[in-house]
């Protein structure tokens, strides 16, 4: 009988412990449940941009859940967007102290990191987020992308450089041209230092590696010019408009002064001439050259020269109004009034003559590294 009783109270308390086990497993998996379910409605404000009212549904899942990786990356992420980046670093930071991460939450954690130390503009964490990044896997491209973001925003064209030399999956033109443009930026920081020389350097090394780098020439021209040596200017500019006849405009302001200091003001028309030779279709040379066929009183030849350029590019406004000037000086007065009329419409129009072909920024001015979209190189002239 004893040992019946016994049998008994022992299955009594195998049931009982059986029954908080089960009772304990089921309230964790409703918590659970019920954290994921919090999480949702948190993403769906996300999603919504109700940013206060995901937050406080992702602190919530966390109460719930503290094993909730997501939710506390979002809470971060989130943070970082309100401005609070110091905070989100936090969340962020302490989330990688903990030692059961997967290797995707690792990578989740420190992309996140590197976006808070980013907006904190604290660089070098921000490098070193996507170094432990490139630590779980070798060859991240996220990571890679993002490091190279930095350099940029660091103003590091060198560690730029060298990232895109190595890894840049970007055609070989392209790579080229964006190569030429980081040397140019570190030429430019040379130049700021004082150090000319060490400037050209880099000027002639982004040359050399793209002739379509407009600025490496001009800003070699310039450089020249500071350092009082106008000979050396005029060869890196002729260099230019021989290599590259897709601005010409920004190497004719530069040339004539050029000449000017050299005293060879009359060589001018002479490098019109030999461009026009190979590049008809360069209007600033025809219209260099037309001035100088007024200046000598050839008035007649001047708007034949117009005229040639303006076939080239008929909507050219300079063009038209040296026309105009040319015809009065014939005494044409009417075709004089013609043209200007028709100047006067065009005039009405944007003035904005370069356009990104990235993202649609335009200015007056040519630039090569979109102060909108942060494109390397895509101006164009805007038709
Ligand atoms: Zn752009």
């Known amino acids: 009988m004893d040992q019946t009783l016994f049998l008994l109270i022992i299955i009594g308390i195998l049931a009982i412990v059986l029954i908080i086990i089960l009772w304990l497993f089921r309230k964790g998996k409703t918590v659970t449940g019920e954290a994921r379910t919090e999480y949702i409605a948190g993403l769906n404000f996300l999603l919504a941009d109700e940013k206060d009212k995901a937050l406080e549904k992702l602190r919530s899942t966390v109460r719930m859940d503290t094993e909730f990786i997501d939710a506390y990356i979002k809470i971060g992420d989130i943070l970082r967007s309100q401005g609070a980046a110091d905070g989100a670093i936090k969340i962020h930071r302490d989330l990688l102290v903990r030692p059961n991460l997967s290797d995707n939450q690792r990578i989740a954690v420190n992309k996140a990191l590197a976006k808070d130390y980013q907006a904190a503009k604290k660089f070098p964490q921000a490098l070193q987020a996507c170094d432990h990044i490139l630590d779980v896997e070798r060859g991240n491209a996220w990571a890679k992308d993002f490091q190279l973001a930095i350099f940029e925003e660091m103003g590091d064209w060198q560690s730029a450089y060298n990232v895109v030399r ?173 043209i200007a009329s028709e100047l006067a419409g065009q005039l009405l129009k944007d003035r904005n003559r370069y356009i990104c072909n990235v993202c649609n920024y335009t200015n007056q001015d040519y630039f090569w590294h979109c102060p909108q979209c942060n494109s390397w190189n895509t101006a164009k002239r805007r038709v």
């Open 166 to 338: 190595k890894n840049s999956k970007l055609p070989k033109d392209e790579k080229n041209i964006r190569l030429a443009c980081y040397k140019v930026e570190q030429g430019r920081q040379s130049v700021a230092l004082n150090q000319e020389h060490d400037a050209r350097v880099h000027y002639r090394e982004a040359i050399k590696l793209s002739p379509d780098c407009v600025q490496g020439f001009l800003e070699l021209a310039d450089s020249y010019m500071r350092d009082k040596r106008p000979s050396d200017a005029l060869d890196a500019l002729k260099n230019l408009i021989q290599k590259n006849p897709n601005f010409p405009e920004l190497a004719f302001a530069r040339l004539k002064h050029v000449l000017f200091d050299l005293g060879q003001f009359g060589e001018i028309e002479e490098v019109y001439r030999d461009l026009l030779k190979s590049n008809p279709q360069v209007v600033e040379a025809q219209l260099g050259l037309a001035e100088i066929y007024e200046k000598k009183g050839e008035i007649r030849h001047a708007v034949d020269v117009c005229n040639k350029a303006l076939s080239y590019d008929p909507d050219r406004v300079d063009v038209k109004l040296m026309l105009v000037r040319l015809q009065s000086k014939l005494g044409r007065d009417e075709r004089a009034a013609d």
